[in-house]
C-alpha cells in the first residue's frame, strides 16, 4: 500500500516570508499523481495543486510551487509571500493510476506570523 | 466543494446508538472516499468505494463500521454501537475514474457521541 508522510506537524512563517512543506511517499508505481490541499479552519477541503508524475516540469500556481523529486519520492510545497489567509492544515495527497486509490499525509499545520 | 454534500453535519449520538453518514458524490463520480479526522489531526483512510463495489476497506475497523455505495443513491458510512472514540468529523471525497483528477470533499459530518 501507497504512504505518504509528511513530517512536520506544525510549521510557521512571518507574513511575507517564504516556507516549504515536505511531503515523502512511498509507492512502487511509475505513473501516479500527487496533490496538495489546504484545510482552513472552516474544515473544507481545497486544492491547491496538483503534479503529474510524468511530467518533470515541477507544478506552479500563483504564490504556490513544488519541488517534486521523482528518485526521491519527495514532493514539497513552497509558498512564496506568506500571506495571513495562507494559515491552514496543508495535506499532501496520493493517487495511483492503475488503481485510483487516494492517500493522505498527515497534515501540517501552518501558522502565518504578522 | 459544495457539490458533494454530506449529511448531516452535525449529528449527536448515545453510546450504543446507530451513527448513518450519508454522501452524494458530485455527478459522474463513480468513486468515493471515507475519511475521519480528529481534533487537531490529518486525515486518515477508511474506506474506498466504487459502484457497488468496495475497493479498499483496510483503514476501516473491523467492528462495528460499514460501508457501501449502492448503485443508486448516496453512499453511507455506518457506524453500529457508537462509543465516545468514534466522536469525529467524518469526511467524504468523491473522484470521476481518471486518476489525473483530484478528489473533492463534502464538508464533513462532525459525530458526538456522549
Known amino acids: 500500500a501507497q504512504t505518504v508522510t509528511q513530517s512536520q506537524p506544525e510549521m510557521s512563517v512571518q507574513e511575507a516570508e517564504t516556507v516549504t512543506l515536505s511531503c515523502t511517499y512511498d509507492t512502487s508505481e511509475s505513473d501516479y499523481y500527487l496533490f496538495w490541499y489546504k484545510q482552513p479552519p472552516s474544515r473544507q477541503m481545497i486544492l491547491v495543486i496538483r503534479?503529474?508524475?510524468?511530467?518533470?516540469q515541477n507544478a506552479t500556481e500563483n504564490r504556490f510551487s513544488v519541488n517534486f523529486q521523482k528518485a526521491a519520492k519527495s514532493f514539497s510545497l513552497k509558498i512564496s509571500d506568506s500571506q495571513l489567509g495562507d494559515a491552514a492544515m496543508y495535506f499532501c495527497?496520493?493517487?495511483?493510476?492503475?488503481?485510483?486509490?487516494?492517500?493522505f499525509g498527515a497534515g501540517t499545520r501552518l501558522t502565518v506570523k504578522p | 466543494n459544495a457539490d458533494v454534500m454530506q449529511n448531516p453535519r452535525h449529528l449527536v449520538r448515545r453510546r450504543g446508538q446507530e451513527a448513518r453518514l450519508r454522501c452524494s458524490p458530485m455527478k459522474g463520480h463513480s468513486h468515493v472516499y471515507w475519511y475521519r479526522q480528529l481534533p487537531e489531526e490529518g486525515l486518515k483512510f477508511m474506506v474506498y468505494?466504487?459502484?457497488?463495489?468496495?475497493?479498499?476497506e483496510s483503514g476501516m475497523p473491523k467492528e462495528r463500521f460499514s460501508a457501501e455505495f449502492p448503485k443508486e443513491g448516496p453512499s453511507i458510512l455506518r457506524i453500529q454501537q457508537v462509543v465516545r472514540g468514534d466522536s469525529a468529523a467524518y469526511f467524504c471525497?468523491?473522484?470521476?475514474?481518471?486518476?489525473?483528477?483530484?478528489?473533492?470533499f463534502g464538508q464533513g459530518t462532525r459525530l458526538t457521541v456522549v
Open positions: 495527497a496520493y493517487r495511483s493510476s492503475p488503481n485510483n486509490d487516494m492517500r
Open positions: 471525497a468523491s473522484s470521476p475514474p481518471r486518476a489525473n483528477t483530484e478528489a473533492f
Open positions: 468505494l466504487q459502484k457497488e463495489n468496495i475497493i479498499d
Open positions: 503534479q503529474e508524475a510524468y511530467k518533470q
